[in-house]
Structures are given as C-alpha cells and as structure tokens.
C-alpha cells in the first residue's frame, strides 16, 4: 500500500499536471514578491490577477495554438475587467453589465474546448471585477496591468515550455497506454465473466471514449508539430507509439466475440483462461510502459508476454485432445482466431517496445505532412458559428440563457441577504454550471464536499497555529495542488482551493472563521442555483439531441463498410482510403458513447425510452467492433479475390444503413443498390466453406493431422468473412428496425 502511494506521489509530481500547476505558482508568487518589495502591492495583485485569469489557456496543444487562445484570452478578460468597472457606477448599470457579459462571453464556447476556455477565462474576469475594489489607481491602469499579467505568464508559460517541451506530449502518451492496457485487461475478463459482463461493457464504453478524446488531442499535437518543424527523432517515436496505440483499440475491437457462443462452446472455460491471461498481461506490460516512459526507466522484459502466448497456443492443442476433429473444428477456429488477433497485438505492443528501447530496425513512419493534415480534426472560427448558435434550439444559447439568469439571481441574493462576498455564489455559479444536467450535478456535489473538506482541514490547521508564515506556506502549497489536480480530481482540487482562499484570508483578517462560514454558505447557495436552473429553464436533456450523434455514428459506419470493402477488392489502396474513415468511426462512436453517458445522469424521469436508446447505443457499438474485425483481417492477411456474394452483402448492409439514416434524416432520399439475392449469396458463401472443411477432413483421414499454413488462414477467411457478413447483415437490420420505432416513438 505504501509502497503504491510513493509511486503514485512520484508520478504525480513527474506529471505534466503539476509541472502547470506549478508553472501558474511561481508566475503569481514572482509579481507580487517583487511588487511587495518595492511597496507597490496593489500592482502585483493587478498582475497576479492577469495571470490567474489567463491560466486556463494553458492546456495541451501545439506552442501556435496555445499562443493564439492566452492572447485572445488576454484582449477578452481586459475587455470584460474594463466594462465591469465602468458599469459599477451604478447598482442597475452594474446588473445589466453582468447580464450581457454572462450571456455573450457564454456564447464563445460554441467555438468548442478552446472556446469553451476563453470564455471561462471572460466569466472569470467579469467575478473579479465584482470582488476588488480599484478606485484607489484607477480603471484604465489596473486593465492595463491585467493585460501585463497575461503577457507574464504567457512568457512563463513559453520559458517552461523550452525548458521541458515535450511534457504535455509524454503525459498524454503515458496516459493513453495506462488506458489502453486497462482497456485489453477488461476485453479478456469479458471471456469468462459470464455474470458481470453489463457492468463490464459499460466500463469499456467510458475507456473508448476516453481514448479517442486522448488519440484526438495527440493527433493534434504531433501531427501539428510535425507539419511545422519537420520531424526529429523523438517526434518519430511519439507518433510511432501514437499511431500503435490507434491501432491496438482497432484490434482490441476486433476481438469483440459472440460470448453466447462462446459460453455454449466452452461450458467449464478452462480453455479460455489463458487467453484471458494473455490480455491480461498485455494491459499490465502497456501500463508498466506508461510508467517508464515518464519516470525514463529502462523497459522491462517481454518473456513473460511470450510465455503466455505459449501458454494460449498449449490451450488450443489441449482443446482438440478433448474435443476432437470434426467436432472439435469450430471451436478450434474460433480459439485459433482469437490467438490470431492477441498475436497481433503481441507484436503491437512489442514494437513500442523497441521505440521506447531505441532498437534500430523499429519501424519508420512515412507519412506525408498533407496527409498529416487529413487526420486532424479542425474546429471553424467563422462568425457563422456564433449566429447559428444565436437560436433558443442551440443547446450553447440555452446555457448561456441559465447561466446569465443564474448568475443574476445569485448575485441580487446575494446583496439582498447581505452576504458578505456575493460574487462567490457567481464564482461558484460559473465554475459549476455546464450545458448538460448531469455535469452540473456531478460538478456541485463534488465542488460541496470538496469545500467541506477544505474548510474542516483549515479549521483544524488554525487552531493548532496562527503562525502567519505557516498560513503562508499553506496556501502556496495549496495552490500549486489546486490547479494540479483540477483535471484529475475535481472534489480535491475544490478542497485545495478552499484551503488558499482561507490561508489568504487568514493573513488579512483575524477573524477566520467567519471566512470558513461565508464560503461554505456561498459555496452552497450557487450548488443548489446551479441545479434548479439546469433543471429548470429551458433544459437540454440528452434524449433531444441523441439522436443526430446515432445519426452520423451510421453515417461514419458506412464510409467505413466501403472502405473495407475497396481494401478487399484491391490491397493496393492507400492507407489513408482506409485509416482515415476508421478514425472516423471511432471518433463517430466515442461521440454517441459520451451522449449516452450524459443521459444516464440525467433524471430518471428525463431519460425518455431509455431501453430503446440502449439498444441502439449498444447495435452501433457491435457493429463498429464486427465492421473493425473484418477490416483488421483483411488488412493483416493475405486475402482471396472477393466473390459477388461477398459484394451482395455488403450491398444489403449499405441498403439497410442508408434506409436508417432516411429515417433520422427527412431530408435524405436513400439510394438503394442491386445485389444478388441474400438467401442464395448465404448459401454459396457456406458451400465454400464447406467445400474448405471437406478438404481438411479428406486430409486428416489420409493421415495430415498438422493443418498446412495455406489452408489454416483459407478456413479462418471463408469462417470468419461468412459469419462477420452475417453477423453485420442482421446487425444492420436491427438498427433500423430499431432505428424506426425510435422514430415512430419521438416524432408521434
């Protein structure tokens, strides 16, 4: 257990976490230790506050990214510290300014997350410029000296950066293979859990979303940099362990079986341990890997990765003892499948090995700098947006409706009940509210209990001491692991800044608990107007908006369908034609698997034909898993020419998948293709099965026991190509039989 702890606390303070927790520390500390000195502390606060506003830009990104937002952040926050200034001439001048600014800079996060940070950053300053009073050196001075505070710490935050410039890149890296072998260790439990597999499955939703938003966010920074600076040799080996990792959850998809089957083929499941252990010790090797990589440890051993693939390929020999051919043959291909796919995650995650390793002979990457660009998702920062956004449909102008009411009631209540500091509750209310009910409530629980735990540490600490420099210490430390774990842990950080506001306090006012009252009553009072607004006024309730996620989940299904389809009618294809509708799939998924998240936090009573939702959540989940094992078999073996009974299968499906999205989409007219008929395109891609499985037992009868290399990989084709058609083919069919009663439900 202790032993546990150290290595967490070592990881931690490694992390690129704290490293920005810290950055934001010392860039506060240095204005107004120096400002102190020079018995100009009214300035230092002014700088000190320019750098807490701009601070939330500092996120993952490439340095012209990251640049581009702290400026706009800085022009936004000077703008919004001026108005608010000028608007305090009056109370009813001051309450309109607070209005208009909560509702228009609300209105910026339609330009997605990093629109999302610069308008907290506007909402923060507006809080600010309620809470301190600059009549002593006037407006225009103290904006200005906001304006200087961003540029500090913009050029603190470049200086770290040359000091440690692939910090963020090796955190997310370590991070995405922690939740990639999480993410394999869980698919081999999937094997022999036969009565936890629901709780199974939704954990591994919440890892696919998770990863593809980790896979986004590194596409971003590697590609980016890569297209602007060339490549170098660190930057070849992140991309390389990137572009692995993309592909061990296409693979790990792949793997998604038929476990009905599974149960009544394997009754007992001994058979089936050691390939459970095989993933098992495939998540624990990429986790001790996301360990290395950041504390630069020498990489460990891969005997143990071998000998569990010994162990799986003993299994199948043991299976065939028991279970003889013929009989024997189905479960015998299935295993031999499933070893096949593990195999090929073997070499997966033994090829970051050898980057991690420095080999030589690790693979290269020969991927175009236009083509890097085709795997980058943008974000568009038209005006267009902002007017498309500008409509009572769109969930951003309902939130920034609530949040704009919120903040208004909060903030009379406040002043009406002669609350000491109102613009807590404002703080409060724009730290808390998010677009969707459940973040909202998630967010304030943990943002009361986070709160409780500050204050009762705080508490504690000052009637043990009143020692202003220990207070001091305090809420240093307090700060940095505030905005260290604000990502990580939002109840902690909640509780560490509970603890700095205090600790500050303390050193101005001897009356600390007075503090620990007000901020615990405002803390309170803006959870609870937090939630009765999100519930409330012109609520979003997941239900409304799913169904255009379920929409181009299809949509993204088909262009991967085709893609499969060309790469198996032509291995000459360039891997972009395929890989980048893949990545689009996933993204695809990770979008609908979010929604669906969020809708179970929603209340019960908002979680409108729940069931339904589920189903189709889940169809579209099985059929990306069925469509990446037919890919990933086609792209990694050599294949026979595809027949017309395979086309006529594919066609069906597209058939279906169009007819689906005609139906979430009035607009649409589907196109439909001509294609054999299915029953008989069923029955000839059986013949030839069949016709393989006479072959092999006319061998095995004239004594050939070991199965030749050809025909293993002719019988995997002709099983797994015929089952996966059919499979996808009844798949397709019931998302839009689904599809349509879903329709029938919210459109009558």
Not at 3 to 23: C, E, M, Q, T, V
Not at 330 to 347: F, T
Not at 384 to 404: E, F, K, Y
Not at 509 to 537: E, H, K, W
């Amino acid at each position: 257990m202790l032993k546990d702890y150290l290595k967490w606390s070592w990881l931690f303070l490694r992390s690129s976490n704290f490293y920005r927790g810290l950055l934001l520390t010392v860039a506060v500390l240095i204005p107004l230790i120096g400002f102190n000195i020079a018995g100009q502390l009214a300035f230092g606060i002014s700088i000190a506050m320019g750098v807490f506003l701009n601070a939330p830009s500092n996120t993952p990104g490439t340095f012209k990214i990251k640049t581009i937002t702290t400026l706009l952040s800085i022009g936004l926050t000077m703008l919004v510290t001026l108005v608010m200034n000028y608007a305090k001439v009056h109370f009813i001048v001051l309450i309109a300014a607070l209005l208009m600014v909560s509702f228009f800079v609300s209105l910026i996060a339609a330009y997605g997350f990093r629109g999302s940070l610069i308008a907290f950053s506007g909402l923060l300053a507006m809080t600010l410029a309620l809470a301190r009073d600059i009549s002593d050196f006037g407006i225009w001075l103290h904006v200005c000296l906001i304006g200087v505070g961003g540029l500090w710490f913009l050029v603190m935050s470049w200086a770290f950066q040359w000091l440690s410039p692939k910090k963020d890149e090796d955190q997310l890296l370590s991070e995405t293979l922690y939740l990639t072998g999480s993410y394999l260790k869980i698919r081999g439990k999937l094997l022999t859990k036969r009565t936890n597999r629901g709780k199974l499955l939704g954990k591994i939703l919440n890892l696919q979303t998770q990863l593809s938003e980790k896979h986004e966010v590194l596409r971003e920074l590697l590609l980016s940099e890569r297209q602007k600076v060339g490549r170098s040799g660190f930057d070849e080996k992140r991309l390389l362990i990137l572009i692995t990792l993309v592909d061990i959850l296409e693979l790990a998809l792949a793997n998604t079986l038929n476990y009905n089957k599974i149960d009544d083929l394997f009754g007992d499941q001994h058979h089936l341990l050691p390939f459970r252990n095989l993933n098992v010790t495939m998540g624990n090797h990429l986790q001790v890997l996301s360990e290395i990589l950041v504390r630069k440890k020498k990489v460990q051993n891969k005997d143990e990765l071998l000998a569990a693939v010994d162990q799986a390929q003993i299994a199948i020999r043991e299976y065939l003892q028991e279970v003889p051919l013929p009989e024997g043959r189905e479960g015998a291909i299935i295993l031999r499948n499933l070893l096949d796919y593990q195999e090929q995650q073997i070499e997966k995650v033994r090829s970051i090995r050898r980057v991690m390793a420095n080999v030589e002979d690790a693979n290269k990457i020969t991927l175009k700098k236009k083509d890097a660009k085709q795997f980058i998702t943008t974000q568009e920062y038209s005006l267009n947006i902002l007017l498309q956004n500008l409509s009572i449909d769109s969930p951003i102008c309902r939130h920034a409706l609530r949040l704009t009411i919120a903040v208004g009631v909060g903030f009379l209540l406040g002043t009406l009940l002669g609350i000491r500091n109102p613009y807590w509750i404002v703080l409060t209310l724009i730290v808390l509210m998010r677009p969707s009910f459940g973040l909202t409530k998630e967010r304030a629980k943990e943002r009361i209990i986070g709160t409780l735990i500050g204050a009762a540490v705080a508490v504690i600490i000052i009637l043990i001491t009143d020692n202003t420099l220990v207070y001091q210490i305090l809420a240093v430390i307090s700060l940095t692991l505030a905005f260290s774990l604000i990502v990580q842990s939002y109840r902690s950080a909640a509780a560490f800044i509970t603890l700095f506001i205090i600790f500050v306090y303390a050193l101005i006012n001897p009356n600390s608990f007075q503090v620990v009252q007000y901020r615990i009553l405002d803390t309170a009072i803006g959870a609870v107007l937090a939630v009765i607004a999100n519930y409330t006024l012109w609520p979003t309730w997941e239900f409304m908006n799913i169904d255009g996620f379920i929409q181009a989940m299809i949509k993204k299904n088909k262009a991967y369908l085709l893609a499969i389809k060309q790469l198996y009618h032509s291995k000459n294809i360039t891997s972009l034609e395929y890989k980048i509708p893949r990545k689009e799939a996933f993204l695809a998924v990770s979008n609908l698997n979010a929604a669906f998240q969020r809708m179970t936090q929603d209340p019960k009573s908002k979680q409108k034909e729940m069931g339904l939702i589920y189903d189709l959540v889940t169809l579209n989940n099985t059929f990306l898993s069925a469509l990446a094992s037919l890919g990933s078999f086609i792209q990694n073996h050599k294949t026979t020419a595809p027949s017309p009974y395979f086309d006529a299968f594919i066609a069906n499906i597209q058939n279906n998948l169009e007819e689906t999205e005609a139906l979430l989409d009035k607009s649409k007219s589907p196109v439909f293709l001509e294609h054999l008929d299915m029953e008989t395109a069923k029955q000839e891609l059986k013949k030839s099965y069949d016709a393989l499985v006479t072959e092999r037992n006319e061998q095995i009868h004239a004594g050939k026991t070991d199965i030749g290399q050809d025909m293993r990989v002719l019988l995997q084709e002709a099983h797994l190509i015929s089952n996966q058609l059919i499979w996808l083919k009844s798949l397709s069919e019931d998302i839009k039989k689904n599809t349509a009663k879903y329709e029938t439900v919210f459109s009558g």
